[in-house]
T-cell receptor, first 116, second 116 residues
Framework: KAGVTQTPRYLIKTRGQQVTLSCSPI?????VSWYQQTPGQGLQFLFE???????NKGNFPGRFSGRQFSNSRSEMNVSTLELGDSALYLC???????????????FGPGTRLTVL | AQKITQTQPGMFVQEKEAVTLDCTYD???????LFWYKQPSSGEMIFLIY??????QNATEGRYSLNFQKARKSANLVISASQLGDSAMYFC?????????????FGTGTRLTIIP
């Protein structure tokens, strides 16, 4: 089975611009979660999508948004970029079984975003 | 609130030796899952091992085993016969099963360096 894929792998943007990141989950997985990783804040949960609906949300401003398509592929959008948005953005997919502690998330290689 | 604590920022271990990476957690939920991930310098998070809160036996996956002590709220990762390729960041994570809060909470990680 192919793993989780993310595109692009690297991005350089300037402040004020917007960016869209893409994530294709493992075949059969219906849940996609997004995480931001920075040296200062570590790994932080952004949001989770399941069956095209946002199911969980972290504590990020409204500039961060996402969506999921019927084929479970997901996109994340950041508008009005700030310097502090520079980070590794990781996407993870899972079966999405609600109420199961064993719902294992498998991660993609990440998109490294640099905001100048 | 859920919290994961990894108190070892970095460790140096001789090749072929066993290594234990510490992880303690805090949660008031009776049902939860504990995960360990490996993150090489490339950035991708690689799933290593899972332990459920109701599992009676410690989980094992090849050279990885999880020393689960529920009363102490600890879930240490043990790597036997370490290899140079084990050099990476290691993250402990927890997943709760409360609907609407089913996300992974990560610790700050431990950087493991294997010395030849």
């Amino acid at each position: 089975k192919a793993g989780v894929t993310q595109t692009p792998r690297y991005l350089i943007k300037t402040r004020g611009q917007q960016v869209t990141l893409s994530c294709s989950p493992i075949s059969g997985h219906r849940s996609v979660s997004w995480y931001q990783q920075t040296p200062g804040q570590g790994l932080q949960f952004l949001f989770e999508y399941f069956s095209e609906t946002q199911r969980n949300k972290g504590n990020f401003p409204g500039r961060f948004s996402g969506r999921q398509f019927s084929n479970s592929r997901s996109e994340m959008n950041v508008s009005t970029l700030e310097l502090g948005d520079s980070a590794l953005y990781l996407c993870a997919s899972s079966l999405g079984t609600s109420g199961s502690s064993a719902d294992t998330q498998y991660f993609g290689p990440g998109t490294r975003l640099t905001v100048l | 609130a859920q919290k994961i604590t990894q108190t070892q920022p970095g460790m140096f271990v001789q090749e072929k030796e066993a290594v234990t990476l510490d992880c303690t957690y805090d949660t008031s939920d009776p049902s939860y899952g504990l995960f360990w991930y490996k993150q090489p310098s490339s950035g991708e998070m690689i799933f290593l091992i899972y332990q459920g809160s109701y599992d009676q036996q410690n989980a094992t996956e090849g050279r990885y085993s999880l020393n689960f002590q529920k009363a102490r709220k600890s879930a240490n990762l043990v790597i036997s016969a370490s290899q140079l390729g084990d050099s990476a960041m290691y993250f402990c994570a927890m997943r709760n099963t409360n609907f609407g809060n089913e996300k992974l909470t990560f610790g700050t990680g431990t950087r493991l360096t294997i010395i030849p």
